[in-house]
């Protein structure tokens, strides 16, 4: 009638004429639209401009019916949260007289309108009563979108057909969560966390925390010596060697505000937050405040997970390598022999930082470089030796997982070193079949000869 689609997606994308015009596989709606037809002054007026408007009609107080179908909407939307996304209302669209209570000149349907809060047309809706009823309820009500096209349907019970409109689709993450805000706040409703078993409220705690725990070592006036705390939002966060990440893109300080719900929530909350969380660490200096600190919490397995976060330099300098401006093994210990210390430690994370910031570089500051080592030096080369260095202080540790700016080759073959280093530890062979001291001390001979010219 109005010409091809392509004329109507064009001309009438958003104009009321063109979302009219696209009704037409919906008789539902259009029939709607067909009772309360909008004024010709208007067909041509985008969404912005106008909406289209059902006619009101007067009342019907005596609609037991329609009665019945809010009050079950009503209900539903109390007990489900996706159906009360719809804001479905309902109204009714002919004056015709109620089904219920029954008159002489019985009818057998009546037309009610269906509307979704983001949908701009209602769906036409017929309703009747089941055979033999005697009692107006949710049960007895049968509906069936009206759609004289294709012919009379046979009808659904009411319940049922509203729980048909229902769609999960955005109901995860941040918009789930904004959902499920608004549909407690609309019923009154709270979460009863302490109606909880004491294991899921720790780990509900546990995640609004934000698991990501930044440990610190702090002087305190009231003790002597340095006190182990829960990370701030700043401070030992890990956040100087990507300094091209856009902050959105960084890990989420923890926030504490939990905390002062109340005493018992306190307690809960700091067991959560020391024990099964992953505690950071933006270098080796900021965990080895943390370790040498005389008063840690001690009531708490908290130190099994461990990420840590360095550059190439730090990676260095924490496993014991020195430039000089060839590699060498400085007769100091290094830090990393504080990893053998910890009895509980049963996952380490290592975050390799970016090649591409130069105070990563070993020989950045170097005031001889040899002309060979370019501004960015081969960063897959820099990680290998770091690794053959570190296998000494790695090799206890049940898991061990290499992250960050590492080649997918080096991380496949490093980690399938020292899980089978571990897996075979009381063990006089291994299977992996590499020997890293002798790869160690093959690297530092090599290197030797440069070492005398200099």
Known sequence: MYGCDEYFDEHFDDKLIGRIYRLRHDPSRMFSVCLSPPPSSKLYLTSDQYKWKMRVLPPQKNDQMLQVIKKTIAELNKQYMLFWRIGLEVSHLTMSPPLWPRHLEEYSTKLYAFKEKDREFPMAVEA???????????????????????GPKPGMPLKTWLLFLVNSRDSLGEAGWQLQRGWWASNDQ?????????????????????????????ENPNVSGPVVFLGAKSGNMPVS???EVPPASRPDPPNYAILRASKQIYGEGLKAAWEGTTKHFADGLWLEKVLEAPIAPSNYRWLTHIQLSLSTKECFRFFGIDIHPVLRLPPLVPKARLLQGIATLNNLEIVFGSPYVPYSNPWFSFPNRPPTIMKYPCHKIMVEWA???AFPYLKHIPNVRLAG???TCTKSKWEHILSNEYYLRKESFKTHGYDPAMEAYELLEEQRPMHRQV
């Open 387 to 389: 690794l053959i260095f």
């Open 128 to 150: 009747t009563l089941s055979r033999g009823c005697r009692r107006l309820t949710a049960e007895t009500i049968l509906v069936r979108e009206k759609d004289d096209m294709n």
């Open 405 to 407: 700016c590492i080649k």
């Open 190 to 218: 709270d979460f009863s966390i302490m109606t909880l078993p004491a294991e899921i409220r720790c780990e509900i705690l546990r995640q609004i925390l934000g698991g990501n725990i930044y440990p610190v070592a702090r």
């Open 241 to 243: 060697h990507w300094p």
